[in-house]
């Protein structure tokens, strides 16, 4: 394809506009200048800095749906949506796929300018349960920075270099009803319980191990590789218990939702993480990237 260059004038400010290989126009915006009018008209590309310059016109199209972020690598260009909470105080980034936004009029962010902006000392991930085509609602998970599990878990609910946790089943529940239940879910390979081998090295290096039984403990059998990318979560409180196995993160919000799920549903495999990614931190009410 081509690639050629021109050079217009938007609110009185030099807007590069280009065509690249992907066959999208993308345009490389002056920090502050007004994303929401160059919307109206054809994608627009953020990157670097301009994310955190234009928070206010991002955030009226993040709500309507308008913003998406594109990874750009050699199988081609794939994208995550970006959405907000109800509070308007986190974006969610969604997992990486292969399909184009369905409108034209899209804001498109860098990829990777948007994980630039998050605090590096933590990783916050959400898994989206569903069942019979309803949503259930998003746990979050607070993850250790440290651990090898910790980034396994994140490129599985990113899906940055590929497979990711959407569209698995919850595979089985242990000791239901007992202190000591607990959930198993991930396997992205087979969705039997059978797969979702290591995708990263060094599993169970920096991982905490007996830690108190607590409820929301994510943990996982991270020695046995074969299934290795899966997990489990425990549901239940066990003062008189420690766990021996490795664990990586902790249920921030929304356990309630998975212990409702295992209550309601008689079969624990007609509930599905259907959707997953990454949260952006906020510290108090304030969005690191910018005021929401």
Request: net charge negative; glycine share 8%.
């Amino acid at each position: 394809m081509m690639y050629f260059e021109d050079r217009e004038e938007a609110d009185g400010m030099e807007v590069l506009l280009s065509s690249p290989r992907l066959g999208r126009t993308e345009i490389d915006l002056i920090p502050r200048m007004a994303a929401m009018n160059l919307a109206e008209s054809f994608p627009v590309l953020i990157t670097g800095e301009t994310f955190r310059a234009i928070g206010h016109p991002l955030k009226s199209l993040i709500g309507e749906g308008r913003v998406c972020a594109i990874q750009h690598s050699e199988g081609g260009a794939r994208y995550a949506r970006v959405s907000v909470s109800p509070d308007h105080s986190k974006l969610f980034v969604h997992h990486l796929r292969k399909e184009a936004p369905p409108s034209a009029n899209i804001c498109l962010v860098e990829y990777k300018a948007i994980f630039q902006a998050m605090d590096s000392s933590t990783k916050l991930a959400f898994l989206e349960l569903g069942m019979n085509g309803s949503s259930l609602g998003k746990l979050q998970i607070r993850l250790l920075q440290d651990a090898g599990a910790s980034k396994q878990f994140c490129l599985l609910c990113s899906a940055e270099v590929g497979p990711s946790y959407a569209n698995t089943r919850l595979l089985d529940v242990w000791e239901k009803d007992l202190e000591k239940e607990y959930v198993t879910c991930g396997d992205y390979e087979m969705n039997t319980g059978l797969g979702g081998r290591a995708i990263v090295s060094g599993l169970g290096d920096q991982e905490e191990y007996n830690r108190p039984w607590l409820a929301g403990t994510v943990f996982g059998f991270l020695l046995w590789k074969r299934v290795a990318g899966q997990f489990c979560i425990l549901t239940k409180n066990n003062p008189d218990m420690v766990l021996s196995a490795p664990s990586f993160g902790m249920v921030e919000e929304g356990l309630n939702i998975l212990i409702n799920a295992i209550k309601l549903c008689s079969c624990i495999r007609d509930i599905f993480i259907i959707d997953c990614g990454m949260v952006l931190p906020s510290h108090g009410d304030k969005c690191s990237v910018f005021s929401l």
